[in-house]
């Protein structure tokens, strides 16, 4: 892989993070279609999602929620051919993450994403 190549994937990323962060639904949706190719999907072990309206309701669930949470991605991107993986995190502005995982990630031959599984790392034991 190029290094154009790799910046575009790096860059495909950031923006999938950004939609998960976006709490506007005019300025996700945009996010969602410049990101994701028309017929994709999400899945992990708690949601999942299937084209532009799927995925941007998943969204809205998670932000209602976790309100005040952020997704940020924590480690470099790792591509190759079609395939991306990335991990991130789900924390509040201040305190500890309340999930980590890892994204697999397939792309469109025109370089949005058409499927995303992730899988939970770690998940924080709620105070007793």
Known sequence: MNTTENGATVELVDRYIAMWNETDGKRRRDLIARTWAEKASYLDPVLSGDGADGIDAMVKAVHEKYPGYRFARTSDVDAHHDRARFTW????????????????????????????????????TPAA
Request: proline share 6%; net charge negative.
């Open 89 to 124: 995190q789900l924390a509040p502005d201040s305190g500890p993450a309340l999930v980590k995982g890892i994204d697999f990630a397939t792309l469109s031959a025109d370089g949005r994403l058409q499927t995303v599984t992730g899988f939970f790392t770690e998940v924080a």
